[in-house]
């Protein structure tokens, strides 16, 4: 019918899976946590990951928003990893909330998971499906670059 919507079947329910990640907006390299909640202990490991990832001669600008988990007091900053804050309220200077909406709207979006499982796995084989052209057509932007 003209000027309607397709049906699509709703999920109700609601649970949640958090993704941390990190992506270099010039190569496409990326590391990523999938995990239950986001709290400054699962921040320590993600920051930690990174860190081991790039090794001890690589220095990373890590851009984050100032999301609780990011600013905490006990969060462990290693000593290869820069923090540098946006401004609030800027979501579209962070060039992985544009990923995050790229991945909701090509991969986790209208779709009904049996269980938290098969959410969990959903966020994993999104993130694992990210290849470096992708990641860099995504992320990159004039002012990180």
């Known amino acids: 019918m003209r000027g309607s919507r397709p049906e699509r079947l709703k999920q109700t329910e609601y649970e949640w899976v958090y993704l941390f990640g990190a992506v270099c907006p010039a190569t496409g390299d990326s590391v990523g946590l999938v995990a239950p909640t986001a709290n400054t202990e699962l921040m320590n490991v993600h920051l930690r990951m990174i860190s081991e990832h790039v090794g001890p001669n690589v220095h990373v600008v890590l851009v984050l928003d100032r999301a609780g ?77």
């Open 69 to 145: 988990w990011h600013v905490a007091k006990k969060l462990r900053v290693p000593q290869n990893i820069t923090l540098l804050y946006l401004p609030p309220y800027s979501p579209e200077l962070n060039p992985m909330e544009r990923l995050w909406w790229w991945m909701k709207q090509h991969n986790l979006s209208n779709r009904i998971y049996t269980d938290y499982d098969a959410l969990f796995g959903a966020a994993c084989q999104a993130w694992n499906q990210l290849n470096p052209q992708r990641l860099m057509s995504i992320c990159r932007t004039s002012w990180v670059i």
